[in-house]
């Protein structure tokens, strides 16, 4: 049986943000068991606006569908900005819409792991809850465990998330093997 392929799209501009180092640590929980990994964060997710007549001529967005196409489970992770998620992240997530026409429409039965940054519980929360009703529109299963991370908690908030990143790629884990 071929490893899954499990794929984190989210992070910011900015190199090792909170939200890039999440997804990383949620991926490397999902290749200690077995899994193929791509991580798409940052440069790898900056597109212009979307505009489906135009995002097609794009081949950064090209090859992120391919990738989107290519997984058998994503992770999600976006920083809580204003008690939302970034705009680079709603973005990409918008470029999804072109996979309207595949076999496998949009994310339709996959499932989708999520995880919010932010600078407090509330925007954490918050954005938590907003990536949940979006993957739900695009047809995809959000693991029952998110994970809200409040960057701005003493100690090592990220740290302090691992084991709850270990629990929600468990439950992808046990969803891709059924």
């Known amino acids: 049986m071929q490893p899954f392929?499990?794929?984190a799209i989210g992070g910011t501009?900015?190199?090792?943000?909170?939200?890039?180092?999440?997804l990383s640590a949620a991926l490397a929980h999902a290749e200690r068991g077995g899994a193929r990994?791509?991580?798409?964060?940052?440069?790898?997710?900056?597109?212009?606006?979307f505009d489906p007549d135009q995002a097609l001529a794009n081949d950064a967005i090209v090859?992120?569908?391919?990738?989107?196409?290519?997984?058998?489970?994503?992770?999600?992770?976006?920083p809580g900005y204003h008690g939302s998620l970034s705009g680079l992240v709603k973005n990409a997530l918008d470029h999804i819409e072109l996979l309207r026409g595949?076999?496998?429409?949009?994310?339709?039965?996959?499932?989708?792991?999520?995880?919010?940054?932010?600078?407090?519980?509330q925007a954490a929360v918050s954005t938590l809850q907003t990536l949940r009703t979006i993957i739900h529109a695009l047809r995809g299963?959000?693991?029952?465990?998110?994970?809200?991370?409040?960057?701005?908690?003493?100690?090592?908030?990220?740290?302090?998330a691992d084991s709850q990143l270990?629990?929600?790629m468990q439950q992808?884990?046990?969803?891709?093997?059924?």
Do not use: K
């Open 141 to 160: 299963w959000p693991t029952p465990m998110g994970v809200a991370i409040n960057s701005s908690a003493p100690g090592d908030p990220l740290g302090d």
């Open 13 to 22: 501009l900015r190199a090792e943000s909170g939200t890039s180092r999440a």
């Open 172 to 178: 992808i884990d046990t969803f891709l093997r059924r």
């Open 37 to 49: 990994t791509t991580l798409l964060t940052g440069s790898a997710i900056d597109f212009p606006n």
């Open 102 to 121: 595949d076999s496998r429409v949009y994310l339709d039965s996959m499932p989708v792991g999520i995880v919010a940054v932010a600078a407090g519980w």
């Open 166 to 168: 270990g629990v929600m």
């Open 63 to 78: 090859r992120f569908l391919e990738v989107v196409r290519t997984a058998d489970a994503l992770v999600i992770g976006s």
């Open 5 to 7: 392929h499990i794929v």
